[in-house]
């Protein structure tokens, strides 16, 4: 029982680390999106970089939940991202993998 009391203890460990670093990473990039840009070559280089970020800490929050990054679960990131922030936030930290691949096509039917 400890065992597990620790696992879940670690596992959430890692979660609020993710947490922050994503926050601090947000920070940065608000901070980085006020900076002018010259030319949309620029902005475009931003915007891929903010994206990529996203992407990244999309991808470990579900590794932390469930172990690995399987087909299953990375095909539906892209649409995902879509998503504001703190909702996609709030989906991956509480529904279960049936639920969170439901409304993008993806799960077990």
């Not at 470990?60 to 922030?85: C, K, T």
Request: aromatic share 8%; net charge neutral; proline share 4%.
């Amino acid at each position: 029982m400890s065992s597990v009391c620790c696992w879940r203890s670690r596992k959430m460990l890692i979660v609020k680390i993710l947490l922050q670093k994503l926050v601090y990473k947000r920070a940065i990039a608000f901070k980085f999106e006020r900076l002018p840009v010259n030319g949309t070559k620029a902005l475009k280089w931003r915007e891929d970089a903010v994206q990529e970020e996203w992407r990244e800490m999309t991808e470990n929050l579900l590794i932390v939940r469930w172990g690995s990054l399987d087909e299953e679960l990375s095909s539906p990131i892209a649409l995902m991202l879509q998503l504001p922030i703190e909702e996609l936030t709030h989906l991956l930290l509480t529904l279960s993998r049936e639920e969170l691949l439901e409304p993008f096509g993806g799960g077990s039917n």
